[in-house]
């Protein structure tokens, strides 16, 4: 039942012209952003950003309600999103990237490899802390109540990084973080990015359960 | 048959001003079950409660054998809401599609030929439905899921004449199966008449009547006068100027005297008088 949930979801809100825009908001900063990369991370913001897209169509289309009246447990349905975001974020991934090795090719440039992964893995880490933080919120209180958690992971980022600024750790991060063999990295980014979408669907299983739809 | 396809014992459900309490009922194979009541009775949350959108503070469930919200009771129950529950800018044509993954027992081609029965186009969006078309919409895509238990909520409310006779038409045909089970609640009690077994009156969050539908005819009747207010036993008295108006039970109805006027009682005598009985005011 997961797969007919995320087929049946992505047919809902993917071919929608907001979300096709922000796949084509993707491929825009690839091409007008001369730095490699960055398409790569406006692929992982505007995922972080999407997440909450599909709650908002549940709710203009009640179809929380309809959830509960389908045949489907309302874990496969939490399940179900949570791959339905995956989708997304692949196929913004996918395009982030194509654009990026074609405005390579365009500009007569050369890529670090290296780096362009190393983005993509902390892109990826990224859209997991984001799934962590948004899908228990939004399973739970809905778009109308919940959507500003949207912008939490980009605000907890941005707070974190100014704790440790503050506090003067900041350099001494950036430079261990040089010195983290490249496989590691990216090891790491993807595994966290996994970890946050596995931690997100957990806590917001039991909290979906409670809610009244 | 005579098996319960549904029931319910003791549920409670508190949300802050407004309870279901104690509500026990049960709904047979074979029969349709009318519910109900005023505005704010409990019939909705009551429905809710057994489709599993809301978790009960107290009670039972038991629908088709399995605790309530169970996927695999859900997938024999067709439900019709008071609104589509779709996407607006799904077409019709493609709900079969989206739904059918998820029922085992689908039938597309009674999907498509209810619609056109139904007179429900196929290439709007449901956006661009009227209410009645959205009514006929669920009513379509419930049926095609080849339900055992029918569950409608107020589905007939400001639809026409016509709508509503299309409506009782589709559960007579659903009914001639007798495993299969309706449980209908509605405001217009006239759509009950030809069409339920059973009756079931809430009124503040209880069951106030439970009982054959047929049997209310023999079970109560209006009796009517002016002046003084009647000193026997009635359920529910309503007064306007110096005329009033009560529901007693048959067996009573040699309390009254000749000053009064006793007459059959509709459905809706029923519901307004038990309201009236329990301190609410009808809808």
Request: glycine share 10%.
């Amino acid at each position: 039942m997961i797969g007919s949930f995320i087929r049946f979801d992505l047919t809902s809100w993917l071919p929608r012209r907001q979300t096709l825009l922000l796949l084509g908001f993707v491929a825009v900063i690839g091409i007008l952003l001369p730095v490699p990369g960055m398409a790569i991370t406006g692929a992982a913001i505007v995922t972080s950003l999407m997440i909450a897209t599909p709650f908002l169509g549940d709710e203009r289309g009640r179809l929380d309600t309809l959830y509960g009246i389908l045949p489907v447990s309302r874990s496969s349905v939490v399940v179900g999103r949570a791959g339905s975001i995956v989708v997304f974020a692949l196929l913004a991934s996918a395009i982030a990237f194509a654009v990026t090795v074609l405005m390579a090719s365009v500009r007569g440039g050369s890529l670090d490899w290296g780096l362009l992964l190393v983005i993509q893995a902390v892109a990826v880490a990224f859209v997991g802390l984001s799934a962590s933080i948004q899908l228990p919120v939004l399973f739970r209180i809905g778009y109308t109540r919940g959507r500003l958690i949207s912008y939490a992971p980009a605000l907890l980022i941005a707070g974190l990084a100014w704790l440790a600024q503050a506090i003067g750790v900041l350099d001494g991060a950036q430079e261990a973080a040089t010195g983290v063999p490249l496989p590691l990295a990216v090891g790491l980014g993807l595994t966290l990015g996994a970890v946050g979408i596995v931690v997100g669907v957990l806590v917001a299983v039991p909290l979906y359960r409670k809610r009244e739809l | 048959m005579t098996d319960s396809i549904l029931r319910i014992d003791g549920l409670r459900v508190q949300r802050r001003s407004f309870a279901v309490d104690d509500v026990s009922f049960a709904v047979e194979r074979g029969t349709v079950t009318g519910l109900v009541g005023p505005n704010g009775a409990g019939k909705t949350t009551t429905i809710r409660a057994l489709l599993g959108l809301l978790t009960p503070d107290a009670g039972d469930i038991e629908v088709l054998g399995r605790p309530a919200g169970s996927p695999d009771a859900l997938a024999r129950i067709g439900v019709v809401l008071d609104q589509p529950t779709a996407a607006p800018e799904w077409r019709v044509a493609t709900i079969g599609r989206r739904l059918s993954p998820f029922y085992p027992a689908w039938d597309q081609q009674r999907f498509e030929a209810l619609l056109d029965r139904l007179g429900v186009p196929r290439e709007q969006r449901v956006s661009e439905l009227s209410r009645g078309q959205g009514v006929k919409l669920s009513l379509s895509t419930a049926l095609a899921q080849r339900p055992e238990l029918l569950i409608l909520d107020e589905p007939s409310s400001g639809l026409d004449p016509a709508s509503r006779r299309e409506i009782g038409d589709l559960i007579r045909e659903f009914m001639v199966d007798p495993e299969h089970a309706v449980l209908f609640s509605t405001h217009i009690t006239t759509d009950l008449d030809e069409l339920a077994d059973d009756l079931l009156v809430l009124v503040n969050g209880r069951v106030a009547y439970d009982g054959r539908f047929a049997d209310t005819v023999d079970e109560f009747a209006m009796v009517r006068g002016a002046g003084a207010p009647p000193t026997g036993e009635v359920l529910g008295l309503e007064r306007r100027g110096e005329q009033w108006s009560a529901l007693i039970r048959t067996t009573q109805m040699a309390d009254f005297g000749p000053e009064t006027v006793i007459d059959a009682a509709s459905v809706d005598d029923i519901v307004i008088h038990l309201a009236a009985a329990h301190g609410k005011a009808s809808a």
